[in-house]
């Protein structure tokens, strides 16, 4: 208790309690297509753009980052297409 308030820590909840305050943000997501998977793939993704920017070609830069995260080239080309996608407007 802080104050007298209450406060949910957030390792002491269980998973229905999580995902029970975080469901309208997850459907929101689901619907826009996102998969709760491709979190682990931000920092490879901003890997790939900060490259992007720098002028390095794409063959290039799929094998750094497969040999930097340990991820299959085909899922990499895949994750830059994927996350560079925009978002339906009915989902946001």
Do not use: P
């Not at 094998?63 to 085909?74: F, G, K, N, Q, T």
Request: include cysteine; charge should be neutral; hydrophobic fraction near 35%.
């Amino acid at each position: 208790m802080i104050g007298g308030t209450k406060v949910h820590i957030f390792f002491e909840m269980t998973y229905y309690e999580i995902i029970k305050l975080s469901k309208e943000s997850i459907d929101r997501l689901n619907s826009a297509g996102f998969r709760l998977d491709d979190c682990k793939y931000v920092a490879l993704y901003e890997d790939y753009r900060r490259m992007h920017e720098a002028g390095d070609k794409m063959t290039y830069i799929v094998s750094v980052l497969h040999d930097r995260y340990h991820v299959c080239e085909r899922k990499i080309y895949d994750l830059i297409k994927r996350f560079g996608t925009h978002c339906t407007i009915d989902a946001v």
